[in-house]
């Protein structure tokens, strides 16, 4: 089972929608000072509450781990993990371990990013590319999605790892079979690292996150 979906947080009722997260998520919307990361924080913990209660997940407790990956303690075989940028709030959940990661396609974006941190054959695919912005960031929420699958996050470096980008996305000298969706959202990019290919990807409004669940 996977499930992926986002949210365009730019219209959430932040008052609203606060009132329905837990106690330590306030915490963590307390601390940011803008509004634009308060309603990312509190969007992206909504759609991770609306994923897990279409699986009948009541009153998850959550718990952090090694290298700070968050996890359920009080149900087996449900994963999940969350990821934001500019607007958009993503969350993937699954009966194994999951990893997401979605970023702001910016065409500006420094190539030599992916020069000096990339593989070599990663950035070379990059420059070949007609559009080597729209290609930095295929690879970047794939190998952020995997680093992320394996909760290293950046303790994981991105030279240390190769993602290959064909007819099937794979990870070099995989062991675990693993599978990679990608997906065009707009002026984003979505990708996750885990155990099942979809096509499916859900995306709800800002009001559906703050209605109540029925």
Known sequence: MIKIAYCNVENLDLKKGYELVSDKRKEKIDFYRFEKDKKLSCGVYLLLQKLLHEENITNPKFKIGKYDKAYISNYDNIYFNLSHSGNIACCAISDKEIGV??????????????????????????????????????????????MKYTGLGFNLELNQFEIIIDDEIKLKNDKNNLKFNLFDIGEYKIASAGHYKTNDIKKYSANELTANFN
Request: charge should be negative.
């Open 101 to 146: 990661d979605v970023e702001y396609n910016d065409p500006e974006i420094d190539l030599n990013i992916a020069k000096n941190y990339f593989f070599n054959s990663e950035y070379e695919n990059i420059m070949k590319s007609d559009k080597p912005s729209n290609e930095f960031f295929r690879y970047w929420v794939l190998k952020e999605s995997y």
